[in-house]
């Protein structure tokens, strides 16, 4: 066994407080930071789990990816903006909120609140699918999931 086979196979822990966080710039968000807690990086060849902070008026690229995910309200409320059935629609979220986001399901975080909106999000990678698309919807740009 290599060493870097024998790395990616040790337990890893981080404090969130300890990763930097980023501007997000992939797309059409707005005022979101996000913090990448684990992801292959870290030995993670399947999942990635990512820290977001949108402040009042930010959002996420709406966009949508064969990858599916999983998003859990820590603190605050926002706005899900979905299409479910060919109908697009708003679906409120608050704390403590638990998200499931299907391969392919048309989906934006929105915060219109004061408190910031801070969510948990663990995606699979998009290798592990057919083909490891995904784009912002309206457009032909590249890689734009927020999440």
């Known amino acids: 066994m290599t060493q870097q086979q024998t790395e990616k196979k040790r337990i890893f822990v981080v404090n ?3 990763i930097q966080y980023e501007d997000l710039v992939k797309g059409a968000e707005s005022k979101i930071k996000v913090r990448y807690l684990i992801d292959e990086r870290h030995g ?6 990512r ?5 009042k008026g930010g959002h996420t690229p709406l966009d949508k990816h064969e990858y599916e ?3 859990y309200i820590l603190k605050g409320q926002g706005v899900l903006r ?5 109908v697009p629609g708003l ?3 608050r704390q403590g909120d638990a998200i499931f986001i299907p391969s392919d399901a048309v989906h934006q975080f929105i915060n219109e609140h004061e408190e910031p909106l801070l969510f948990l999000c663990v995606k699979g990678n998009p290798a592990l699918y057919k083909s490891g698309s995904h784009y912002e919807v309206g457009t032909d740009q590249g890689p734009a999931c927020a999440c």
Request: charged letters at 30%; zero cysteines.
């Open 69 to 71: 995910h999983q998003v």
């Open 91 to 93: 679906r409120a979220l």
């Open 16 to 18: 969130s407080e300890l």
């Open 44 to 49: 993670s060849d399947r999942f990635a789990l």
């Open 51 to 55: 820290l977001y902070t949108l402040e």
């Open 82 to 86: 979905e299409v479910r059935e060919g």
